[in-house]
């Protein structure tokens, strides 16, 4: 009877343990996107993730493009996979800065290469505006998404042929 009991009570221990939810840092803001624009007869296709959970913020997440041309060394197309680092988001205007690092590419050359993302989200339903993407600023290192820049290749915004952006 005594180990019956003692079983009980560490079933019981357990489960309540195990009900416990794992506390997670808080996602202060998150963007998310997949779609293709076509900068001036050059398709473009992005897929990206973004999750800020620092008030300094840092993020994590990751950016897929792929660029329907050739790279400086040829590859076609020019695929990049990213790391996320960085996030700046302008929830009112539904605008983020996306700051990233290159981590792999079909084109070597480019992988450790940082840059600045610039997207906006034009809303949903029949009344939305465009969802628009800016060109990929990698004069720019990826802390600079903090700064909210809105100049250079980040001032030229592109709008979404398909796809959808949310900036939360």
């Given at each position: 009877?005594?180990?019956?009991?003692?079983t009980?009570?560490?079933?019981?221990?357990l489960?309540?343990?195990?009900?416990?939810?794992i506390?997670?840092?808080?996602?202060l803001?998150?963007v998310?996107?997949?779609?293709?624009?076509?900068?001036?007869?050059?398709?473009e296709?992005?897929?990206?993730t973004?999750?800020?959970t620092n008030?300094?913020?840092?993020?994590?997440?990751?950016?897929?493009?792929?660029w329907?041309?050739a790279?400086?060394?040829?590859?076609t197309?020019w695929?990049?996979?990213?790391?996320?680092l960085?996030?700046?988001?302008d929830?009112d205007?539904g605008?983020?800065?996306?700051?990233a690092?290159?981590?792999?590419?079909n084109?070597?050359?480019?992988v450790?290469?940082?840059?600045?993302l610039?997207?906006?989200d034009?809303g949903e339903?029949?009344?939305?505006?465009?969802?628009?993407?800016?060109?990929?600023?990698?004069s720019?290192?990826a802390?600079?998404?903090?700064?909210?820049?809105?100049d250079?290749?980040?001032?030229?915004?592109?709008p979404?042929?398909?796809?959808?952006?949310?900036?939360?």
């Amino acid at each position: 009877m005594k180990k019956l009991a003692i079983t009980a009570f560490l079933v019981a221990v357990l489960t309540m343990v195990m009900a416990v939810p794992i506390m997670a840092a808080p996602t202060l803001h998150k963007v998310t996107g997949g779609g293709t624009v076509d900068f001036s007869g050059f398709m473009e296709s992005y897929g990206f993730t973004a999750r800020q959970t620092n008030e300094d913020g840092t993020a994590t997440g990751h950016v897929h493009m792929t660029w329907h041309y050739a790279s400086p060394s040829g590859a076609t197309p020019w695929i990049m996979n990213s790391e996320v680092l960085y996030l700046a988001v302008d929830a009112d205007a539904g605008e983020a800065w996306i700051g990233a690092v290159i981590t792999g590419s079909n084109d070597p050359l480019w992988v450790g290469m940082e840059y600045v993302l610039r997207v906006i989200d034009g809303g949903e339903g029949r009344d939305a505006g465009q969802d628009m993407i800016s060109y990929t600023d990698i004069s720019r290192t990826a802390i600079e998404a903090l700064d909210m820049p809105t100049d250079g290749g980040l001032a030229i915004l592109v709008p979404w042929i398909n796809g959808n952006i949310q900036v939360k």
